[in-house]
């Protein structure tokens, strides 16, 4: 993706101490980063807050992911925002955060336009609160034009649910006589889930320290790098987000081969 060298330096300038523009290879910039968004209500309860603070919080540091995504050239930005097991919450914290995707996607979306970010959202958004799907709707048809940036956010997401589903297409598919059982390979797999079409992520990020996948992107992650961090989402700066592209291209990347140089 193009970059604004300008830009790019103004929004990475006074760097801390240990981390800086420098520290990271341009050319070498992961083309799809992914975030396991965690840690909002352990931000919110180290400050003795009600853990929708710790939500509300969370929606800004999402704003700066998607800014530093946009300036560091990155292709497709994904996040993990609700999972389907999630529903498990207290009812209050559910509708709480589905009152916070309608009301942060309207605000934000001048953001899309002015960044040329066109929005996906990876999940089951048809059952969601009819307000929450509609805002949805109107995000997609706004920004549908643009070929900067994707920005996939993952809202009633779970993998093994966006597997099923596949399988469920694969088999209307065979019974329709569109697709031959001898035709499902990966990419007839790959088609099908919310993903299709995307590049699979090289850099999956976890805020707040949890040593799991969380029922993510389990297809998808086969062989990307995973960072994972003890920084609360609410705390993750630009800054932070340098130090995971540093870690993640420090990286040897075998894909099951052995190293060439
Ligand atoms: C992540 O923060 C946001 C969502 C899952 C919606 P949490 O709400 O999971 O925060 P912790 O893990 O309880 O700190
Ligand atoms: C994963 O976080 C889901 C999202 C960030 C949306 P959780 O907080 O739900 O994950 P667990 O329960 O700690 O595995
Ligand atoms: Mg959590």
Do not use: C
Request: hydrophobic residues 40%.
């Amino acid at each position: 993706m193009e970059r604004d060298e300008a830009k790019l330096r103004a929004y990475f300038e006074e760097p801390p101490a240990d981390v800086s523009l420098e520290d990271v290879d341009l050319a070498r910039i992961p083309r799809h980063v992914s975030f396991i968004m965690d840690g909002n209500g352990r931000w919110a309860q180290a400050r003795g807050l009600a853990r929708s603070k710790g939500h509300a919080a969370g929606v800004d540091s999402l704003r700066e992911a998607v800014t530093t995504s946009v300036r560091l050239g990155v292709d497709v930005l994904s996040a993990y925002a609700f999972s389907t097991e999630n529903w498990r919450r207290p009812q209050e914290e559910v509708n709480l955060l589905m009152h916070l995707f309608a009301t942060t996607l309207v605000k934000e979306l001048p953001l899309f336009h002015q960044e040329n970010v066109r929005l996906r959202f990876l999940g089951d958004i048809d059952a969601l609160p009819k307000k929450t799907a509609n805002v949805f709707q109107r995000g997609l048809d706004e920004t549908a034009g643009y070929d900067g940036m994707t920005f996939a956010l993952a809202v009633n997401y779970g993998s093994r649910a966006e597997m099923a589903r596949a399988a469920r297409m694969i088999a209307s598919d065979v019974a329709a006589g569109i697709l031959d059982k001898d035709q499902i390979d990966e990419q007839a797999i790959a088609d099908r889930l919310y993903t299709a079409g995307l590049p699979d992520p090289e850099l999956l990020v976890r805020t707040s320290g949890e040593l799991r996948l969380s029922n993510y992107l389990l297809w998808q992650l086969a062989y990307t790098e995973i960072v994972v961090t003890d920084v609360l989402w609410p705390d993750f700066s630009r800054w932070d987000y340098l130090r995971a592209i540093r870690s993640y291209q420090h990286r040897d990347r075998r894909f099951g081969g052995v190293t060439s140089a």
